[in-house]
């Protein structure tokens, strides 16, 4: 496997970790749960909370190096896309966070999570690479 190819999968499941979880969450939303205690696990809206943040954390680096790896001569091009991904991917972990913080995990406040313009914001960026990076 090239580290092109390796890179590539490996920002494929980084985005599938976000977008998974994000459709998780809008069916989350809509059972107005007032917790997330006593979920199964495979119901459990922090897992998946949990994994999109270290999906979040890691999607800015593997877009630098898939951006490197697509084409260096024009990777300057990149550039300020990739810094307001930087920043898209920052703000989406802390308003995650802050969700993860609580005891209790909300059907509402989960939905507002999903309105958050921030996570959506990381969402319309990863659409956005994942279409350029092919």
């Known amino acids: 496997m090239t580290e092109k190819t390796s890179t590539r999968d490996n920002l494929a ?9 994000y459709e998780f969450l809008l069916a989350y ?3 107005g749960r007032h917790t997330d205690r006593g979920a199964a696990a495979d119901q459990s809206p922090r897992d998946r909370l949990e994994a999109m943040v270290q999906a979040m954390g890691d999607l ?10 697509v084409d260096g001569d024009k ?3 990149y550039t300020a896309f990739l810094d307001a991904l930087d920043r898209d991917a920052a703000v989406s972990v802390a308003t ?3 969700v993860l913080s609580k005891n209790d995990i909300s059907s509402q406040l989960v939905d507002n999570l999903n309105a958050s313009i921030h996570l959506r914001a990381l969402l319309t960026d990863i659409f956005l690479i994942d279409e350029a990076f092919k």
């Open 13 to 21: 499941k980084v985005i599938d970790t976000i977008e998974g979880g």
């Open 29 to 31: 939303a809509a059972q």
């Open 60 to 69: 800015p680096d593997l877009a630098r190096a898939m951006a490197d790896s």
């Open 75 to 77: 990777a300057s091009d």
């Open 96 to 98: 995650t966070r802050l």
